[in-house]
């Protein structure tokens, strides 16, 4: 007997979007406590914690926050 991949797969969306608020407020307060053990490294933690806010966004069908590439400019006439 093998583990169902997919039903794992599926709790684990459903959780997250149930509860993406509550892991959403513990990603904030995981990042004051490592700004508060590891001074002077901010913006690595600012990094990593708004990567892991887009990785939650993702599945509570949240629009992605980063603009979509424009096309390049056309060559001059």
């Given amino acids: 007997m093998g583990i169902d991949f997919d039903a794992l797969k599926n709790k684990a969306q459903d959780a997250l979007k149930q509860h993406g608020d509550k892991i959403d407020d513990g990603i904030d307060k995981a990042a004051g406590f490592a700004k508060g053990k590891f001074a002077g490294h901010d913006a690595q933690i600012d990094g990593a ?29």
């Fill in 49 to 77: 914690t708004g990567k892991a806010k887009e990785f939650l966004d993702k599945f509570e069908g949240k629009p992605d926050q980063t603009p979509p590439p424009q096309p390049p400019p056309a060559p001059p006439a």
